[in-house]
């Protein structure tokens, strides 16, 4: 039997965060088309 893997503390806050800026991108994006319309206000 292998042992379990251990995660850095690190890499595990880096990731936790870059899912909420992801989250919160996507729900800009919901946003701004709910809005406006585009999915990218302002370009054509």
Known sequence: MSK???IEKEKL????LNGRFA???FIAAVGA???TGQIIPGFV
């Open 4 to 6: 379990p893997k251990f």
């Open 13 to 16: 806050v880096a990731e936790q």
């Open 23 to 25: 989250m919160l991108g």
């Open 33 to 35: 088309y709910l809005t």
